[in-house]
């Protein structure tokens, strides 16, 4: 090895660790950002005036999806490229072969075809990501002749595979973040129709059941005329009874379906609920709500159905005798907080619980765009849920 090539390895060398560290330091859902810069770097360091990350896929008729970076003036791909042209590159690609234009024409002619305008040469070097084989590196001068030499194909074989598996990390993160908003999605669409139905089992509750037990108040009114004082006090316990029915179906009903945050707004129904629940319990309510709108109709629903969960937690186990909600803005952001000072529940039973409650609190929190956060409060006592959402853009503006 001569001294020239002995610099040009130590500049190689130190470019690539520069490269190596950006890559691997950079956020993967940032990665897709910085790819174009750097694979530029790599462009620069080889010294050509065209590079590309060309992913070997039998999928090539409905998708030929790759990374390139040119030098100034360089020519474009052509676009709308035939199956035919595509699928002879990806041909080679697939051999897994090195295709040097120098030594094969056939390279040169097929570039020829790629972009409009016919370059000086053209190279394919095939890349691994992972240990396995991935595509290949393409290279192509359209203003000096660069000669392709063992050197360069070395140097570009380690380039080539430490793009190809930042763009398969990159890959796995869109393809899992795919998958993830699909379950988003389909989790909006099933907590929907579950609403809905809700909804009609509610109607019905009110509207049928609801109207058939006051006509049968009204019937034992009227039979109460005709019975003599004994018979008088037997009914009479009877209709306190069925008031009692008519009150929990009416409550059930609102429950289902809590048609009060149409009527009178997401914090009064929040409020309302709240003071009925620790009235019952006897609890100590402080509410601080903010007065502003901070939700969109969209986020509304879910916002008071997680509160309504978290309610009904703290009556049934806290064994609390004081509650506070809060609601405030934090920037962009909304919280709710609601802290009892009952026994309290481990985080790490919360992490590891089953319970349906739970995971539709995380659910709904996540078809708004906010996170849940249980905290365990001081010496062991004491519970706290938030709930964090983003406002709507129309409404902070």
Request: proline fraction near 3%; charge should be negative.
């Amino acid at each position: 090895m001569n001294k020239q090539e002995d610099c040009d390895f130590t500049q190689f060398n130190e470019t690539l660790l520069s490269i190596s560290t950006q890559l691997l330091d950079t956020p993967t859902s940032s990665l897709a950002q910085v790819m174009n810069s750097v694979l530029d770097e790599c462009r620069e360091l080889l010294g050509v005036d065209r590079i590309s990350c060309l992913p070997n896929t039998k999928y090539i008729a409905q998708e030929w999806s790759f990374y390139a970076v040119s030098g100034e003036n360089i020519p474009n791909l052509r676009p709308n490229l035939s199956y035919e042209i595509k699928a002879k590159y990806q041909a080679m690609i697939h051999s897994g072969e090195v295709f040097n234009s120098d030594e094969d024409p056939q390279l040169l002619e097929l570039a020829c075809q790629l972009q409009q305008q016919k370059p000086l040469n053209h190279i394919l070097i095939p890349i691994q990501a992972m240990g396995k084989p991935w595509g290949a590196l393409a290279a192509a001068n359209f203003v000096t002749h660069k000669v392709f030499d063992e050197h360069f194909i070395r140097c570009s074989t380690i380039l080539g595979n430490i793009m190809a598996s930042s763009i398969e990390r990159l890959r796995h993160y869109q393809e899992l973040s795919h998958q993830q908003e699909k379950v988003i999605a389909l989790n909006k669409r099933l907590i929907e129709d579950r609403e809905e139905q809700l909804k009609i089992i509610a109607r019905d509750l009110h509207d049928d059941f609801g109207q058939r037990l006051a006509s049968l108040n009204l019937e034992l009114g009227f039979i109460n005329n005709q019975l003599d004082e004994s018979a008088q006090l037997a009914l009479f316990e009877a209709a306190a009874k069925l008031s009692n029915i008519t009150r929990d179906l009416q409550h059930l009903s609102r429950h289902l379906h809590p048609a009060i945050i149409d009527k009178v707004g997401l914090y009064a129904a929040i409020e309302s609920e709240s003071k009925k629940m620790t009235l019952h319990k006897n609890i100590l309510l402080s509410l601080n709500l903010s007065k502003e709108v901070l939700y969109s109709e969209e986020q509304k629903l879910h916002i008071y159905r997680i509160s309504q969960e978290a309610l009904s937690n703290v009556m049934r186990h806290s064994n609390a005798s004081a509650l506070s909600i809060s609601l405030n803005r934090e920037g962009k952001l909304a919280k709710l907080t609601i802290e009892d000072n009952g026994r309290g529940i481990p985080k790490n039973a919360i992490s590891n619980s089953s319970s349906l409650g739970i995971e539709s609190m995380h659910e709904r929190a996540a078809l708004i765009g906010g996170s849940m956060d249980f905290t365990l409060g001081k010496n062991q006592s004491g519970f706290s849920v938030k709930l964090v959402w983003p406002i709507p853009d129309d409404i902070i503006d």
